[in-house]
């Protein structure tokens, strides 16, 4: 079933090779011009009617965010997955928040934690989860996490650090071995 879908998909949009996961799970590759107009037809043509997630993955070494819409076709209980890959300078991406309302929500995360902007998607710019951040995106890879712990929370007095292995060691056999 996902095959025939696909093939249908390649004939009206450039997407890329079918990936299966499962025989009810695919995803596809499509480029950054043509994600709303697949994603208008697999809605009103193809039966996905309810969007799962959208989420993002940082490729930093090739300079790209890759988005992905998993979209849901309830009636013949099929999962889609459309890739996108877009530029990771100045990460911008059209909002789909007038297709599928929800994705106004997974917008507004991914601005907050990757950078990504969705032009004209409801509340973008307003504070979502990260109250007060003044740092770059924190699920940015090139976000040193130690280095923001160590610069923005202080050592509590009394605190030790310990090595793990001795630590454990110690812990496991407190009369040694």
């Not at 209980?77 to 990460?91: K, P, S, T």
């Not at 994705?103 to 109250?131: C, K, V, W």
């Not at 940015?140 to 996490?145: E, S």
Request: overall charge negative; aromatic content about 10%; charged content about 25%.
């Amino acid at each position: 079933m996902m095959k025939n879908l696909h093939t249908k998909l390649q004939a009206l949009f450039p997407v890329g090779e079918l990936t299966l996961q499962r025989p009810n799970l695919g995803f596809v590759t499509v480029p950054k011009d043509h994600l709303r107009a697949t994603l208008m037809h697999l809605q009103r043509t193809e039966g996905f009617t309810h969007l799962i997630l959208l989420t993002a993955v940082d490729w930093l070494e090739e300079g790209q965010f890759q988005l992905t819409y998993l979209l849901c076709n309830r009636t013949k209980q099929l999962d889609l997955g459309l890739r996108v890959m877009i530029a990771r300078e100045g990460a911008s991406m059209d909002s789909i928040h007038d297709v599928w309302p929800t994705a106004a929500t997974y917008q507004r995360e991914l601005r907050e934690m990757f950078g990504i902007d969705f032009p004209g998607s409801p509340h973008l710019n307003e504070e979502f989860i990260l109250e007060g951040w003044n740092d770059i995106p924190p699920y940015r890879r090139d976000f040193d996490t130690k280095k923001y712990a160590e610069a923005n929370y202080n050592q509590r007095p009394g605190r030790q650090t310990h090595d793990p292995a001795t630590h454990m060691k110690q812990q496991l056999y407190p009369e040694g071995l």
